[in-house]
């Protein structure tokens, strides 16, 4: 009887371990809140074809609520993830440029809408409650709906242009096992976005800024999971 009884709830507690399994065929998705955080690197601005040394752009950080992610485990402690970032908008501002033509500060705004796929590696064993996880890929970054500051249009500047951009990205996380199939996430991914940034302007005599954005920014996710 003894044995029996030992044999049962050793079967009982490793059916329930095994609920908790990141194993191949499951899909995990998750939402949750996310933190912009860029690591700005600029080249100096050229106005009308001249550069001004010491001047730069900078972005600040900004917060994106709603994002998803989604694991497909293909195979064992293997796993393929998309993330698709919630649209974000941020002022990009100029600095150190001693100019009529061009006011320091807030110089335009803009959109950006990040995707990123990686390929994730699961250190646990699969039935663990807790996987912490490591994963690298690619990321897609596009940028739209830019506008011009309005002092910047009183100045002559027509409109301003971001190239889209492709660039690495390493991630480390964990899932954290609340039920069978409900889970709590964190992670964090430093991601390569370069861009190049275009402004003209009217007539004859328009005016032209250009400069190259280096943003390389720590995206940080907390958020919860369900596995189908």
């Known amino acids: 009887m003894r044995n029996t009884i030992l044999a049962a709830s050793l079967a009982f507690a490793l059916s329930s371990t095994a609920a908790f399994a ?8 998750r939402a949750g809140a996310m933190h912009i955080a860029p690591n700005v690197d600029s080249s100096e601005i050229r106005l009308n074809g001249v550069e001004y040394s010491g001047s730069k752009a900078e972005i600040p950080s ?3 609520l709603l994002n998803l992610t989604g694991t ?6 293997f796993g393929l993830e998309l993330m698709l970032g919630g649209p974000v908008s941020y002022d990009i501002k100029i600095k150190g ?8 500060g807030k110089f335009a705004q803009v959109s950006q809408q990040p995707i990123t796929g990686s390929l994730q590696f699961f ?5 663990s409650r807790f996987q912490p996880y490591v994963g690298v890929g690619l990321n897609y970054t596009s940028f739209y709906d830019e506008r011009l500051n309005r002092r910047q249009k009183r100045l002559g500047f027509r409109r301003v242009e971001l190239d889209d951009s492709v660039g690495w990205a390493l991630q480390a996380g964990m899932d954290i096992a609340l039920t ?11 991601i390569d976005i370069d861009t190049k940034a275009r402004s003209k302007g009217w007539g004859w005599n328009e005016r032209r800024a250009k400069f190259d954005v280096e943003l390389d920014p720590w995206v940080y996710f907390v958020g919860v999971g369900y596995k189908f």
């Open 97 to 104: 440029v001693s100019s009529n033509n061009i006011a320091n």
């Open 123 to 127: 250190f646990l064993n699969p039935a």
């Open 72 to 77: 497909w485990i293909f195979a064992p402690h």
């Open 180 to 190: 069978d199939h409900l889970y709590l996430n964190a992670a964090a991914w430093k």
């Open 62 to 64: 900004t917060t994106s």
């Open 22 to 29: 990141h194993e191949p065929g499951s899909f995990i998705v």
